[in-house]
Nanobody, 113 residues
């Protein structure tokens, strides 16, 4: 049974940082690429970041390039999203994704003063 569990969200002031984690189980984590998505109220879910199975290739949405970093630890079956210089428009529920069909429950990130 595939499970993805996100953590690390919270309330932060604009300009602050958060580190999200997603622990995966139920599949051979190190064989597969992983993705982070986000969904803001009233908006469609959007792809934020991608990382290849060995971490050697990453891609980011233009809106987060230079501020967010995706990484992974295959020994811990965990993918991370380091978010720096957060803006109010980064406020959303952030989801971990595997193979476009498996999702975690999400973690809320709010950047507000």
């Amino acid at each position: 049974q595939v499970q993805l569990v996100e953590s690390g969200g919270g309330l932060v002031q604009p300009g602050g940082s958060l580190r999200l984690s997603c622990v995966a189980s139920g599949f051979t984590f190190g064989y597969y690429a992983m993705r982070w998505y986000r969904q803001a109220p009233g908006k469609e879910r959007e792809l934020v970041a991608f990382i290849s199975s060995n971490g050697g290739s990453t891609n980011y949405a233009d809106s987060v390039k230079g501020r967010f970093t995706i990484s992974r630890d295959n020994a811990k079956s965990t993918v991370y999203l380091q978010m720096n210089s957060l803006k109010p428009e980064d406020t959303a529920v952030y989801y971990c994704n595997w193979r476009q069909e498996y999702w975690g429950p999400g973690t809320q990130v709010t950047a507000s003063s």
